[in-house]
């Protein structure tokens, strides 16, 4: 059976996934004046944090090469406040959803109440070792119900990456080495060819393959072994466990009812691909 909290991922994904895949989020940040789409992307996400170096993004964000944070903190935020650039995210992905979903589900009962009870779960989780998700808590929830179901999705989405990424380093499997062990569970191979790895020099990917061999996750042909399979299951299994606590907030009525209020929306999102 499908773990509650991976279920719940799986239906709030598509709401966040507008920020990324969608064309508002990107025009509202380059009407700022960010100058390509990973200045507005650094910026807007990192600013919940506040206006720290390069290394504590890089380090929250944990699966992006070294110095490609560096590449857009904090130059991104020298003439944009972090504050500007997180109110454009919220504004440009609200507006994507709406335009996704249309006016009748956008407006409808069933959204509010979604949207309701979303903000419950993601407003009672543990902030303790939580960095992402605990600077998102210190933004206001929006009272306008699609942006409020958008903002309450990503501060889940976030307290679920913070737990990902401590199953990873309890796992000693560093971001870049992650990103090959998920390009391997998608099917892809060789996983050097996956979005998220192809652009990295050719050496940086070969010593991290290297790696990978020697502690026998991947074999010689870059495939999974059945010690790479399990250590990726453990990952997923653990992430699922720690993404769990926010929807004890909500009572069993209260997360079946989320299910179905869900269900309409992202069917609509999936079939649009989120954008």
Known sequence: MTH??????????????VTFFADECDQELAALGHRTYWDGYFASRAAPLGRVPAQVVHAAFYNFADGEAARHIPSAWQTI?????????????????RRILGDDLAGSPGL?????????????A??????MYAGMRTLAVPSDPVARLWHSATMLREHRGDGHIAALVGARVGGTEAHVLDALA????????????????????????????????VDTEGRFTDAGRAIKAHIEALTDELAAPPYEA???AERDELVAELEPITAVLVAAGSQ
Request: proline share 11%; hydrophobic share 40%.
């Open 250 to 252: 909500l009572s069993p």
């Open 81 to 97: 406040p972090p504050e500007a650039s997180v109110a454009a995210r919220e504004r440009g992905s609200a507006a994507s959803v």
């Open 186 to 217: 998608r099917g892809i191979h060789p996983p050097e060819s996956f979005g998220r790895l192809h652009h990295l020099p050719k050496e940086k990917l070969a010593a991290v393959m290297d790696g990978l061999r020697e502690r026998g996750l």
């Open 4 to 17: 509650p909290a991976r279920r719940m991922f799986e239906l709030l994904e598509p709401i966040c996934l």
């Open 126 to 131: 543990p902030m303790e070792g939580r960095v």
């Open 112 to 124: 509010v109440r979604a949207a309701d009870l979303t903000t419950k779960a993601a407003t009672n």
